[in-house]
C-alpha cells in the first residue's frame, strides 16, 4: 500500500518541474463543502482541489465566503457537510491528534500577521518550532534566521511586533509560516493594504519560494493585479458558490457578468425587492 | 538516514545519506559537531542525501561556523540541486564552500 501524503517526504521543486499540475498529485481536495452561521448558508456545495507545487488563488467579493472556506481548510470551523481532504486525510473526520500531526505541515501567514506583541521578532518566527519539535535552540535560531533573510528582515532579531512596518508584519508572519517548510502555505491576503512596491515584493516573495521548495500555496485576496501575477489558476467565489476554478487567461476570458464585475471592480446592481426593501427599513426582517 | 564518518588523508568526511529533516537533523548536527572535535578538516558529502529540509541545512550552518571559529576548514560536496536552491534562497550559497565532488571537496581542505 502507498504510504500516505502526510507522512511521504515532499517532492521537491526539481521533481516537480514538467509534470502538467493535472497530474500531479492534489494535496488538498474539498468535495461538496457545505456550511451555515445559524440558518445562513455561507459555503455551497464548494469543491476544488489544489496540487502539489501549485499556487491557487481565492478571490471573491466580501461576503463571497472566502475567509469561511479558508477557516475551514485550517481545519477551524467544521462543515455542515462534505469533506476536506488534506495530504490525504479527511480533516473534518480525524482526531485532534491526527489534525495536528497535518497542522505541522501547513505554513499559516495571517492576515493581521498574528504575531505575539510581548515577543521579539526572533522568538515570533521561532514560536512553531517550540511548539512542534525538540530541536535544539541554536537550530531553531539558525532555521528562524534563515527564513528572516528569506523575507529581507535580516537583522532585525530583537525588534519587537509594534516596531514594525505594515510590509515588515506581513513579511514577518511569511517567515514564520515557512519556518518548518510547509507542504502547504496558506496566505491571507498577504498584500492588502500594502503600497505597490512592497506588494509586488510580497508576491516575488511567494514565486520564489514555491519555486525553491515546491510547496503548494493558497491565496486568499482580493487584489486582482497580485492574483494574476502569483496564480497558476484561480477559484472565484460569489455568494458562497465556486463560479470558476480557471487559469488567469481563462478567468479573464470568462463571460460570466459576476465574474467580470468582481475582475473590473464594478458592484452588482441588487434587483431591488420593495417589500423587502420596506422590510428591512423597518426592522421586521430581524424579527 | 545515516552518518557515516572516515578520515581521507588528514581530514575527515561525513556522508550523509537518506533524508535529512526534523527528526533525523538532530542526529546529523551531533556527527558533524563531534567530527569537528577532531579539528581536522571536514568534508561533509551529501552524495547520498535523498532531501534536506532547513533543520538540516541549519546544522551545517552550525557546524560550518563552529569549524571557522576553530580554525578548520569545512567544505560540503555533491549538494543536490533541491538542496541547492533551498540553500539560495538563503543566500547559503555564498557562504558555504561548495564543491561538486568528493575529490575536489578533498582538494580544496
Not at chain 1, 198 to 224: C, F, K, P, Q
Not at chain 2, 1 to 14: F, H, K, L, N, W
Request: overall charge negative; aromatic content about 4%.
Amino acid at each position: 500500500m502507498a504510504e500516505p501524503a502526510a507522512t511521504r517526504r515532499p517532492p521537491t521543486a526539481a521533481e516537480l518541474e514538467g509534470i502538467p499540475l493535472d497530474e500531479r498529485e492534489a494535496v488538498i481536495e474539498v468535495e461538496n463543502l457545505v456550511t451555515h452561521y445559524g440558518d445562513r448558508k455561507i459555503l455551497k456545495d464548494v469543491s476544488l482541489a489544489v496540487r502539489q507545487g501549485e499556487i491557487l488563488v481565492i478571490m471573491g467579493g466580501s461576503g463571497s465566503g472566502k475567509s469561511t472556506l479558508l477557516n475551514h481548510l485550517l481545519g477551524l470551523l467544521k462543515p455542515t457537510s462534505g469533506t476536506i481532504r488534506m495530504l490525504g486525510k479527511d480533516i473534518t473526520r480525524i482526531s485532534e491528534r491526527e489534525y495536528t500531526e497535518i497542522r505541522k505541515k501547513l505554513g499559516v501567514a495571517f492576515q493581521g500577521g498574528a504575531l505575539f506583541s510581548s515577543m521579539n521578532l526572533l522568538d515570533n518566527i521561532m514560536l512553531p518550532l517550540y511548539e512542534h519539535t525538540d530541536l535544539d535552540r541554536t537550530t531553531m535560531e539558525i532555521m528562524a534566521r534563515m527564513k528572516m533573510e528569506v523575507v529581507s528582515l535580516s537583522g532585525f532579531d530583537r525588534l519587537m511586533p509594534a516596531e514594525l512596518s505594515g510590509g515588515m508584519i506581513k513579511r514577518a508572519a511569511l517567515a514564520r509560516a515557512i519556518v518548518m517548510d510547509p507542504r502547504i502555505l496558506f496566505c491571507d491576503e498577504p498584500s492588502a493594504g500594502l503600497d505597490p512596491v512592497v506588494a509586488a515584493a510580497i508576491d516575488d516573495l511567494i514565486l520564489s519560494l514555491r519555486a525553491a521548495t515546491g510547496m503548494s500555496v493558497v491565496v486568499v485576496t482580493h487584489e486582482l493585479e497580485s492574483a494574476f501575477k502569483i496564480a497558476d489558476r484561480i477559484c472565484v467565489l460569489d455568494k458562497g458558490a465556486v463560479l470558476t476554478i480557471a487559469s488567469v487567461p481563462e478567468v479573464k476570458a470568462n463571460p460570466d457578468p459576476r465574474i467580470q464585475n468582481l475582475l473590473n471592480r464594478r458592484t452588482e446592481e441588487e434587483v431591488l425587492d420593495p417589500e423587502e426593501y420596506l422590510r428591512r427599513l423597518t426592522g421586521e426582517s430581524q424579527s | 538516514m545515516t552518518v557515516d564518518i572516515t578520515s581521507r588523508g588528514g581530514a575527515r568526511v561525513a556522508q550523509l545519506s537518506g533524508e535529512v529533516d526534523l527528526e533525523r537533523s538532530p542526529a546529523v548536527r551531533r556527527a558533524l559537531l563531534d567530527a569537528l572535535g577532531a579539528k581536522a578538516p571536514l568534508v561533509v558529502d551529501l552524495s547520498g542525501v535523498s532531501y534536506i529540509d532547513s533543520s538540516g541545512i541549519a546544522s551545517l550552518v552550525e557546524a560550518y561556523q563552529t569549524a571557522r571559529k576553530q580554525g578548520t576548514a569545512f567544505v560540503l560536496c555533491a549538494v543536490s540541486p533541491a538542496a541547492l536552491r533551498v540553500m539560495q534562497l538563503a543566500r547559503l550559497d555564498k557562504v558555504f564552500d561548495i564543491r561538486a565532488t568528493l575529490d575536489d571537496a578533498l582538494a580544496a581542505v
